[in-house]
Nanobody, 126 residues
């Protein structure tokens, strides 16, 4: 089992920044990809970003490219999501996920991840 705990969400004005953290514990070595998804009110959960181990390869949703950055600290078993230039449409609950997707395209799909955190709320005011 893997436990994921997100933190760092909050209320921020449009144009501002936040850094989300996801600390993993348990059988973390069995998962080679960590991802972030988000779910806005009334919408389906969508992919945001992912990072793989040990090569550190990243990929992003088009809507956040150039504004969000995913990174990881292997020693702390923590993955970060830096959110810059926030917009009102970034308001959502952000979820951390861990898994071992069989194909690259599965990095952007919920089905590619076996473990999920409880989510952290990000609210961007305009």
């Amino acid at each position: 089992q893997v436990q994921l705990v997100e933190s760092g969400g909050g209320l921020v004005q449009a144009g501002g920044s936040l850094r989300l953290s996801c600390e993993a514990s348990g059988r973390t070595f069995s998962n080679n990809v960590m991802g972030w998804f988000r779910q806005a009110p009334g919408k389906e959960r969508e992919f945001v970003a992912a990072i793989s181990f040990p090569d550190g390869a990243t990929n992003y949703a088009d809507s956040v490219k150039g504004r969000f950055t995913i990174s990881r600290d292997n020693v702390k078993n923590t993955v970060y999501l830096q959110l810059n230039s926030l917009k009102s449409e970034d308001t959502a609950v952000y979820y951390c996920a861990a898994g071992s997707p069989s194909y690259y395209r599965d990095r952007g799909r919920e089905s590619g991840y076996a473990y999920w955190g409880q989510g952290t709320q990000v609210t961007v005011s305009s």
